[in-house]
């Protein structure tokens, strides 16, 4: 499948988001590819914090989880989500993804708050909207999957006049 998005489509579709269930696709299938790793979605209601976790033997007793958000207050969210988690499991990997711009600083900030939560965690990854539209125009598998359907407005937006997107529902 060729890449038929650039990163400028990819930064407008995130950052115009509003289903949480089709971010968190996305998330689970470019991270399957980035990683190499059998990431599969949870549940839709109750899922604990926990947006995706790898569902292969070889992630052991304690999988990696992903954890995914649409909202500005990222740093709340992932204190959250993670406080949530480990309720339940004492992960070793996080990643967490967020469609708003991360900042470095802000970065810092997520990860020193949840180490302060979960000092056990050996792995944090904090992913915002420049990081995960570079790589999905990298690994554009997910971007299409999840966002297939893009209007010719959409290709004209890129060149500076108004986008308006049509998204596929998955």
């Known amino acids: 499948m060729s890449n038929s998005f650039t990163e400028s489509m990819a930064v407008h579709i995130l950052a115009n988001e509003s289903n949480d269930r089709r971010f968190e696709d996305f998330c689970i299938e470019l991270f399957r590819d980035v990683d190499q790793i059998e990431y599969a979605r949870t549940s839709v209601s109750w899922d604990h914090g926990r947006d995706g976790k790898d569902v292969s033997p070889k992630s052991g007793p304690v999988p990696p989880y992903i954890s995914c958000s649409l909202r500005s207050q990222a740093l709340n969210k992932a204190v959250q989500d993670v406080t949530r988690i480990l309720q339940d499991a004492k992960p070793k ?15 810092i900030k997520i990860e020193s708050a949840i180490r302060s939560v979960a000092p056990s965690v050996e792995t944090i990854r904090v992913h915002g909207q420049e990081r995960l539209t570079q790589l999905a125009v990298r690994f554009p598998r997910a971007l299409e999957q999840c966002y297939c359907a893009v209007s010719a407005a959409a290709i004209r937006g890129t060149r500076g006049d108004t986008i308006r997107l049509n998204l596929c529902q998955t």
């Not at 990997?93 to 970065?107: A, F, Y």
């Open 93 to 107: 990997q996080l990643l967490i993804c967020c469609s708003q711009p991360v900042s470095e600083d802000l970065e």
